[in-house]
C-alpha cells in the first residue's frame, strides 16, 4: 500500500522556469511533511518541511503548499537552475512515530 | 560539524556471507534509522534505534536481518546468509530528537551487491 504517492515519475524545465512537483498521500494521520533531494550514489539532503497545521512554507528559492483537505502537497522551485537537476522525494510521518514513509521519487531536469 | 558516516560505500558479498553495515550518526545525536532503496524504487523504512534500544523494526524483514546501536561505537544493520534480493542501497539517518519535527539526516549509503 503505497501511502505517499509521486505521480509523475520525472520532469523537465528550463533554466528560470519554476518547477512545480507534487505529491500525495493517503494516510490522514501523517502531520509532518518533508521533501529531499537527492543526486546519483549520494544520500539524500533534507530541503524544507511543513507541518499540518501550515499551508506554506518558504526557505529561499523553495516553496511548500499543503492542501490538506486534498492530502496533497506540492514543491516549488524559483527560479530553477541547472544545480537543481536531481530525484527529489517527498516523505510524510506522524506525531507518534518518527519513520519517514517516502514517495518514490520526481527526476527533475533542469536544461538550458 | 561531520555529517553521517557509513561505511563501507560499497561492498560485495556471495550469496550466503554475511553482511555488516555500519553507521555513525551526526554528533549530539541519539537517534538512528536505517532505510532500504531497491533500484527504481523509493527508500523503505527498515529500523529505528536509539542507544541500546531497538524502538521500531516495523520495517524489518523477520529473518535474516538484525540491527543495534551499542552505547559506544557505530550502529550496525546485519544481513545474514544474504540472497541476490538483498542487493540494494542501504541509507542510515540519524536525528537529536523524535516526536514531530525532527528531520532526519541522511548519510551517503552503502551499495551492496550479491553475487
Known amino acids: 500500500d503505497q501511502q505517499v504517492k509521486q505521480n509523475s515519475p520525472s520532469l523537465s524545465v528550463q533554466e528560470g522556469r519554476i518547477s512545480i512537483l507534487n505529491c500525495d498521500y493517503t494516510?490522514?494521520?501523517?502531520?509532518?511533511f518533508l521533501w529531499y533531494k537527492k543526486y546519483p550514489a549520494e544520500g539524500p539532503t533534507f530541503l524544507i518541511s511543513?507541518?499540518?497545521?501550515?499551508d506554506k512554507n518558504e526557505d529561499g528559492r523553495f516553496t511548500v503548499f499543503l492542501n490538506k483537505s486534498a492530502k496533497h502537497l506540492s514543491l516549488h522551485i524559483v527560479p530553477s537552475q541547472p544545480g537543481d537537476s536531481a530525484v527529489y522525494f517527498c516523505a510524510a510521518k506522524t506525531g507518534t512515530a518518527s519513520k519517514l514513509t517516502f514517495g518514490t521519487g520526481t527526476r527533475l531536469q533542469v536544461t538550458l | 560539524n561531520a555529517g553521517v558516516m557509513q561505511n563501507p560505500r560499497h561492498l560485495v558479498r556471495r550469496r550466503g556471507q554475511e553482511a555488516r553495515l555500519r553507521c555513525s550518526p551526526m554528533k549530539g545525536h541519539s537517534h538512528v534509522y536505517w532505510y532500504r532503496q531497491l533500484p527504481e524504487e523509493g527508500l523503505k523504512f527498515m529500523v529505528y534505534?536509539?542507544?541500546?534500544?531497538?524502538?521500531?523494526e516495523s520495517g524489518m524483514p523477520k529473518e535474516r536481518f538484525s540491527a543495534e546501536f551499542p552505547k559506544e561505537g557505530p550502529s550496525i544493520l546485519r544481513i545474514q546468509q544474504v540472497v541476490r534480493g538483498d542487493s540494494a542501497a542501504y541509507f542510515c539517518?540519524?536525528?537529536?530528537?523524535?516526536?514531530?519535527?525532527?528531520?532526519?539526516?541522511f548519510g551517503p549509503g552503502t551499495r551492496l551487491t550479491v553475487t
Open positions: 494516510n490522514s494521520m501523517f502531520d509532518y
Open positions: 511543513i507541518s499540518s497545521i501550515k
Open positions: 539517518a540519524s536525528s537529536p530528537w523524535t516526536g514531530r519535527f525532527g528531520e532526519q539526516y
Open positions: 534505534l536509539q542507544k541500546e534500544n531497538i524502538i521500531d
